[in-house]
DNA sequence: TTGACATAGTGTAGAAATGACACTAACTTA
DNA sequence: TAAGTTAGTGTCATTTCTACACTATGTCAA
């Protein structure tokens, strides 16, 4: 043992966002071979005196001006065939962001674009797979945590948060129901304000306590 | 990015087993500086040309003979002063094996030993956070899938399974509604056989379906 | 042989959580 | 002021969870 092969290092992170109801991840372009012109995860090498997580934030920064974002670690991927060039290994994580972060996204000239998850183009490397995972991990973490909080802006509607639950999850829930688990949360509270949209009732708005929490629940 | 710069790489394997009660893992001694004589995981470096998952089976199976476990990716470790030679970043997995696996191992000569968890010594790296990782990880795994089965032997009690959730989940059950959950399970059936043991009534066996697999319940 | 001891094995009833279900409230616009 | 649209609310049946105590079957020793 003891330091004999030496190994790239990445890091990669997929970052969730909803738009129109769509649950989508941010994309990189890139530029270089291998795999120019195709798309991948924002992230990149890992310096030697740099930790984990502290790299996926600052890379995530650094490619997509995206900071103090929910961040969590997810697997680590390391086939030896992954990357054409080198054994890499690739400590990915995902994140969660509030629609509206980089909505100049999707300008035609940008490198960066959200595509939704179910419509994703061959990606570089095994980004596809990691997305897959990550995928699969924020559903089932719906369930027991508060991690769809992490997708709500500021403040928020009661449907406005069930519809982020519908689309992650791909059914549709009962408002009662929803509503009747949620607001027994000590983690959301009332604001006291009024949403006004379109030519029915207004909603009320709540937020969260401390945001950059997620909890376990149950 | 693009291989810039290149890391020492590990795997390194928490090995849980059940022994007189207690939930135990296996450490083994080093001999060689940094932290010669303490306790460590098995583990070690992983070549170029070998996968994650197959290395830290592979450096498991050289350091102590086990093989064909359940083995599971718990977390990447890397921190830049975790080693204090250079940045090594280690690839963590956790297993579960029956308790009689490497009986052997507590002979005086050996370097290896099982250790109970609640009675670990000062270990080599952070091999203590990822041990504390891996329990947390093994606790909550027990309430949602079927990962305490990794525990048993070929045939097996009801009454020794109840133990050994009491075991890890370090608290008593209710012998009436632990048998009524464990009984729906597709992957237990009853063998026909009987376990005499002590002065009392003999216990049914059972046995696990498909050994290996580990399901996720509910 | 029989009584003491030890663990195996079993059912029920009350409480809590879950899931299904439909109407009224409040606002806008034509 | 009527039509359209989303917000907001409660109940009942079902299922799941929890607490709880006794009988069964073996061994061993007197």
Redesign the interface.
Known sequence: ??????????TDVVVFTIRAQRLCVLLVRRT?EPFAEHWALP??????????DACARRLLREKTGLHGVYLE?L??????GRDP?????S?SYFAVVPPGCLLSVTDHSSRLAWTAVDALPVMAFDHGEIVSMAHRRLASKLEYSTIALQFMGERFTLSELQSVYETILGEQLDKRNFRKRVRNLPCLEETGEWFRAGNHRPARLFRVTRPSRVDIIK
């Open positions: 043992m003891d330091n004999g092969a030496l190994t790239g290092l990445a270089r992230g990149g090498t890992v310096p030697a005196d740099e930790g984990l670690q697997y680590s991927f390391g086939s030896p060039r080198a054994r890499v290994v400590v």
